[in-house]
């Protein structure tokens, strides 16, 4: 079992960055997929991003890609976002997952089993 938490979430102008930390408590981080989903108020929960187990493949949704980078330390079983060029239309609570299993596309929240609380990130001026 995990427990993730995430951190790094704030206010930031248009066109600034943050950098969202989510660590995990318990023994299988090391093997399991981590992703990142936004989701707003009345919407579904949509994929920014996922990192395999060894860090070997990071996918990203087409609206972050190239702005979004993810990294993982499976020492510290620390994952991280770090986003740039931040728009308003990525103001959104910001979960990390993690899922295990090999049939899955870890493009949707049915694919992880565990989630963070969230964290707030509002790009606004």
């Known amino acids: 079992q995990l427990q993730l938490v995430e951190s790094g979430g704030g206010l930031v102008q248009p066109g600034g960055s943050l950098r969202l930390s989510c660590v995990a408590s318990?023994?299988?981080?090391?093997?399991?997929?981590m992703g990142w989903f936004r989701q707003t108020s009345g919407t579904e929960r949509e994929f920014v991003g996922g990192?395999?187990?060894?860090?070997?493949?990071?996918k990203y949704s087409e609206s972050v890609k190239d702005r979004f980078s993810i990294s993982r330390d499976n020492a510290q079983n620390t994952v991280t976002l770090q986003m740039n060029s931040l728009r308003p239309e990525d103001t959104a609570t910001y979960y990390c997952?993690?899922?295990?299993?090999?049939?899955?596309?870890?493009?949707?929240?049915?694919?992880?089993?565990?989630w963070g609380q969230g964290t707030q990130v509002t790009v606004s001026s």
């Open positions: 318990g023994s299988t981080f090391s093997t399991s997929v």
């Open positions: 990192i395999s187990w060894n860090g070997a493949t990071v």
């Open positions: 997952a993690a899922g295990a299993g090999l049939t899955k596309s870890y493009l949707v929240p049915e694919d992880y089993d565990y």
